[in-house]
């Protein structure tokens, strides 16, 4: 049962940090992709996303897609 309170947990924090991010993205009409880049090198200068993998989020939104759906 504790898993399943952790998973609960974890899904409701990631929900939380998508949605604050959200209120500055409308705020100043940027795309998330800058917020996204501004918490990056955040974690990346203190150390926190050192880990593999911490560059992922804002390459695959800068992808095909991306550059498409902003045309």
Same mark, same amino acid.
């Given at each position: 049962? &504790?898993?399943? !309170?952790?998973?609960? !947990? #974890? $899904?409701?924090?990631?929900? %939380?940090?998508? $949605?604050? #991010?959200? /209120?500055?993205? *409308?705020? @100043? %009409?940027?795309?998330?992709?800058?917020?996204?880049?501004?918490?990056?090198?955040?974690?990346? &200068?203190? *150390?926190? +996303?050192? +880990? =593999?993998?911490? *560059?992922?989020? @804002?390459?695959? =939104?800068? +992808?095909? &897609?991306? /550059?498409?759906?902003?045309?």
């Amino acid at each position: 049962m &504790s898993e399943r !309170r952790a998973l609960l !947990r #974890c $899904i409701r924090v990631w929900l %939380a940090v998508f $949605i604050v #991010c959200l /209120v500055p993205s *409308g705020l @100043t %009409a940027f795309p998330l992709v800058h917020e996204l880049r501004w918490v990056e090198d955040l974690l990346k &200068s203190s *150390g926190a +996303g050192a +880990g =593999a993998g911490a *560059g992922d989020v @804002t390459e695959r =939104a800068d +992808g095909p &897609s991306a /550059v498409a759906a902003a045309a």
